[in-house]
């Protein structure tokens, strides 16, 4: 999913329903925090206490809506935040802010290292 001006306002309520769970935002702050190495699945679920069901669950959620991407490492699923998106959607929700005026929040997409 690419975020930009004039997107398909389905996609950004995808991606911000996705967050509007209190443990599926916690995921997806802990894997920002994590970085671009990411996390297993495992370590998520113990960090975080959830149930492996659980953590199943919301990142099904969360890879649905592209937020996190799942890779294969061994036998571990690591798990990271798509920076792309998430620096997309908050471009996407500030688009227009400060009348068009540079402000911290145009600064964003370049805080993450991976952003084009």
């Given at each position: 999913?690419i975020?930009?001006?004039?997107?398909?306002?389905n996609?950004?309520?995808?991606?911000?329903?996705?967050?509007?769970?209190?443990?599926?935002?916690?995921?997806?702050?802990?894997?920002?925090?994590?970085?671009?190495?990411?996390?297993?699945?495992?370590?998520?679920?113990?960090?975080?206490?959830?149930?492996?069901?659980?953590?199943?669950?919301?990142?099904?959620?969360?890879?649905?809506?592209?937020?996190?991407?799942?890779?294969?490492?061994?036998?571990?699923?690591?798990?990271?935040?798509n920076?792309?998106?998430?620096?997309?959607?908050?471009?996407?929700?500030?688009?227009?802010?400060?009348?068009?005026?540079?402000?911290?929040?145009?600064?964003?997409?370049?805080?993450?290292?991976?952003?084009?």
């Amino acid at each position: 999913m690419i975020y930009c001006s004039g997107m398909n306002s389905n996609l950004v309520v995808c991606a911000l329903s996705a967050l509007a769970h209190e443990s599926r935002l916690a995921i997806f702050r802990l894997l920002v925090v994590a970085g671009p190495q990411g996390m297993a699945a495992g370590e998520i679920a113990q960090q975080l206490g959830l149930s492996p069901s659980s953590l199943s669950f919301h990142l099904k959620d969360l890879s649905h809506a592209d937020l996190v991407t799942p890779r294969q490492e061994g036998r571990f699923v690591i798990y990271t935040a798509n920076f792309r998106a998430m620096t997309g959607l908050i471009g996407f929700l500030t688009e227009n802010c400060c009348a068009g005026a540079t402000c911290s929040a145009s600064d964003l997409p370049n805080c993450c290292g991976d952003a084009p």
